[in-house]
Each structure stands twice: as C-alpha cells, then as structure tokens.
C-alpha cells in the first residue's frame, strides 16, 4: 500500500524540492522581493483575488476562449484525420501545405490576425484552433494509418461492408491515439491562448500576467502562473484516466 502511494506521488517530490529551494532562496536573500516574492506573500496575493473573484473572473475567460477554441479544432481536425488515413493517396496533395502551416508557430501569426480580425475574441480563438489542431489531426491520422490489417481481413472474412469496418475496426482501433492527441492539443490551447492574452486582452489569465508585469507585481505573475500550471495538471490527469479506460493495457506514450 505504501510503495503505491509512494509510485502515485513520486512524480510531485520535485515540486515539493522546488518548493523548497524557493523557501531558501527568499530566506537568504538572494533576490529581493521584487524579482522574486516569497510563498506567503503569493500565497496571499492569491488568497485576496479568491476573495476579491478576480482569479474565478479571468480563469474563466480564458477557459472559454480554450474550450471553444478546442471544440473547432476537434471538429475539424479529427474527420480530416480520418479522410487522410483512409485516403492517403489524397493526403499526399495537402501535405505539403499542411507540413508548412505546423511549421508555423501560430503566435507568430498575431500581428496579422490582429489586423484582420481585431483583437476581439475570433483572433484569440483562430490562434487556439491553429495551435490545437495538428496534434489532434496527426495523431488522428496516425490512428487511422495504423490499424492492424490482420482486423481488417478479419472483418472482410465475416463480410463485413466497408462502413462496417471502419466503425467496427478502424475507429476502435484509433480512439487511444485520438484521444492521446485531444490530450496534447488541450494542452497546445493553454499555451496558445496565454500567448495570445499576453499581446491582445482585457482580461484572461494572460493578461493578468501581462497587468502584473507592467504594474511591477511579481507575485500576481506568479498568481497566474501557478493557476495555468494547476489547471493544466488537472486537464492532463482528467484525459490520462480517460485514455487508460479506452487503451484496455495497450501500451501508451503520453510524451508530445
């Protein structure tokens, strides 16, 4: 029972090791507070924005933008993924120009989707859907390319139509993949959308970093940090029980 807890919790002795580096570090003297606040006082800055409903109001901003952003980039991305993998003679038309838009770092792109679109919420949300879409699509497509061929002689034996073999084969076969690529495209968006705050934004988690940054506030940049990495933790563990339940023991590589 011990050494299972001690498995669980191996992977969070680091964030306590950090934790406590951090302690020192404010201890000694170091840096000063205005490079670096010490946990109470981030601890407290966090406290008054739970008491305030700032945190609650921007981390459900952002949440949105991500959510909204990731639903198009699902919709899109998985049934292209799916017409590729079956189609690959196809796919070798687009994939020049689909290797060259993930060659593309989507930040990148602000600045013009600023101007075309504004710096409301549509370019916020393209930056998600371009950020969150080629993990979903590739490993869709991988999904898909992929399936065993002994099942699908299986399935030709017991006369199985071509639509009965793609849902009754190839789509189960795929779902780990796709939905290990759901999980890294999710985390794309955070990225993505913390970036896009950064630049352009009244409110978000990015641009609480971004106001604590210009108004010298350390421990409100931290404040979000900490929140961004919370919620990624907790997104990350939601899709990893999900996959384990759709994987039934096959092998899993969670790594991007």
């Known amino acids: 029972m011990i050494k299972k807890v ?9 964030f306590l090791l950090i ?3 951090w302690v020192v570090v404010c201890k000694i003297g170091v840096w000063n507070e205005y490079i670096l606040p010490t946990p109470q006082k981030v601890f407290d800055t966090f406290k008054n924005m739970v008491l305030n409903g700032s945190i609650f109001e921007n981390v459900f901003v952002s949440l949105k933008r991500i959510f909204i952003g ?10 292209l993924g799916m017409l590729f993998g079956c ?13 060259f838009m993930r060659s593309t770092p989507p930040l990148a792109l602000i600045p013009m989707l600023i101007l075309w679109f504004g710096i409301g919420e549509k370019s916020k949300i393209i930056i998600i859907i371009l950020a969150s879409f ?13 399936c065993d061929v002994k099942l699908i002689e299986v399935g030709k034996v017991f006369n199985f139509t071509n639509l009965e073999i793609f849902t009754k084969i190839i789509i189960p076969n795929a779902l780990v993949d796709i939905f290990v690529g759901l999980n890294l495209g999710l985390g794309y968006s955070f990225r993505a959308i913390i970036g896009a705050e950064l630049v352009a934004a009244s409110s978000g988690l990015g641009y609480l970093i971004s106001d604590g940054r210009s108004m010298s506030r350390t421990d409100v940049v931290l404040v979000g940090i900490l929140v961004i990495g919370f919620l990624g933790i907790i997104s990350e563990f939601i899709f990893r029980k999900i996959i384990k339940k759709v994987s039934r023991g096959k092998q899993v590589n969670f790594d991007d």
């Open 134 to 146: 080629f993990p979903i699509f590739l490993n869709t497509l991988n999904g898909i390319k992929n």
């Open 19 to 21: 934790f406590i580096l």
């Open 6 to 14: 001690h498995d669980k919790l191996k992977g969070y002795y680091i």
């Open 70 to 79: 990731f639903f198009i980039s699902s919709v899109l991305a998985i049934p």
């Open 87 to 99: 189609k690959q003679k196809l796919y070798k038309f687009f994939k020049p120009l689909l290797e």
